[in-house]
């Protein structure tokens, strides 16, 4: 079975511009969801997809976005780009069975704004 | 809203020994702690998790207690081995049935095993 795929792997960007990321699950998982991780920062959650419905939005400015295809693969925007967006965006994929979840990260897109 | 420390913020043990990470968190209302390893320059992944409703969770050399009163969980490594080297996160948040809220991730423990 496939893992998480993510694309582009590495992207440079310049301030004002926009980018869009993309993500493809595994096979059957219906929960993608984000997150971003800097040195000073941390990891931290931008939103999480299910059926193609937004369910959960981490505390981020209005210009990081996301969407969710029928197929499960997301997509995340982030428009007016800053040099603090700079960053590894991480996508997971999830799949609940009862209480038990199954998560699996890709590998990553470094975004890098000049 | 919720927040999540962690300690300590870098731990080095000896090959064997046990390596205790530990968290607290501030919103009563979570009930779903999961935990994962990072190794350096890969991806994330989850290896354990624990749920409100239980105290104590086990998977080989790793286990994870949850002390719901005092609003901290931690992580127990025993045995540890020179590729459990890698930055350890925690995180909180609230779940139900099938989606849960925003994940708050402690800032990661780095921990090194000394051969």
């Known amino acids: 079975k496939a893992g998480v795929t993510q694309t582009p792997r590495y992207l440079i960007k310049t301030r004002g511009q926009q980018v869009t990321l993309s993500c493809s699950p595994i096979s059957g998982h219906r929960s993608v969801s984000w997150y971003q991780q800097t040195p000073g920062q941390g990891l931290q959650f931008l939103f999480e997809?299910?059926?193609?419905?937004?369910?959960n939005k981490g505390n981020f400015p209005g210009r990081f976005s996301g969407r969710q295809f029928s197929n499960s693969r997301s997509e995340m925007n982030v428009s007016t780009l800053e040099l603090g967006d700079s960053a590894l965006y991480l996508c997971?994929?999830?799949?609940?069975?009862?209480?038990?979840?199954?998560?699996?990260f890709g590998p990553g897109t470094r975004l890098l704004v000049l | 809203g919720e927040n999540v420390e962690q300690h300590p913020s870098t731990l080095s043990v000896q090959e064997g020994d046990s390596a205790v990470i530990k968290c607290t968190y501030s919103d009563s209302a979570s009930n779903y702690f999961p935990w994962y390893k990072q190794e350096l320059g890969k991806r994330p992944q989850l290896i354990i998790d624990i749920r409100s409703n239980v105290g104590e969770k086990k998977d080989q050399r790793i286990a994870v207690t949850l002390n719901k009163t005092a609003k901290h969980f931690s992580l127990h490594i025993t045995e540890t081995q020179p590729e459990d080297s890698a930055v350890y996160f925690c995180a909180a948040t609230l779940h139900e049935k099938t989606s849960y809220d925003k994940v708050i991730f402690g800032p990661g423990t780095s921990l090194s095993v000394i051969p």
């Open positions: 997971a994929s999830s799949l609940w069975a009862g209480s038990q979840e199954t998560q699996y």
């Open positions: 997809y299910f059926s193609e419905t937004q369910r």
